[in-house]
């Protein structure tokens, strides 16, 4: 039983920042790794950053690192997405998604089983 709830989101003028929150109710998130993804109308579903159950081990994209970063706190069963310097390029749904057990390739989308419903972030310019 793992649910996954994305909020943050919302709409914003360019150079904006967002803190995006991925909660769960499960007494197990302290273990999971999560990532967190885009997906822009028409586009493919793109990785954006990863975090393991430690938060020793974090992976960003090269097209978000410097702009975007990931934590988590387990005490909350959340982990946070960090949007600085919004640009309307950053106009997407994002989602986050978690596994049960480690992962060998974080940055892709089939390596996680449970995902959110996702929140929309808008930014215009």
């Known amino acids: 039983q793992v649910q996954l709830v994305e909020s943050g989101g919302g709409l914003v003028q360019a150079g904006a920042s967002l803190r995006l929150s991925c909660a769960t109710s499960s007494r197990a998130f302290s273990r999971f790794p999560v990532g967190w993804f885009r997906q822009a109308p028409g586009q493919d579903r793109d990785f954006l950053a990863a975090?393991?159950?430690?938060?020793?081990?974090?992976n960003v994209a090269d097209s978000v690192k410097g702009r975007f970063s990931i934590s988590r706190d387990n005490s909350k069963n959340t982990v946070y997405l960090q949007l600085n310097s919004l640009e309307p390029e950053d106009t997407a749904v994002y989602y986050c998604?978690?596994?049960?057990?480690?992962?060998?390739?974080?940055?892709?989308?089939?390596?996680?089983?449970?995902w959110g419903q996702g929140t929309q972030v808008t930014v215009s310019s």
């Open positions: 998604a978690a596994q049960i057990y480690n992962i060998a390739s974080p940055r892709s989308p089939t390596s996680y089983d449970y």
């Open positions: 975090i393991d159950w430690s938060g020793g081990n974090i």
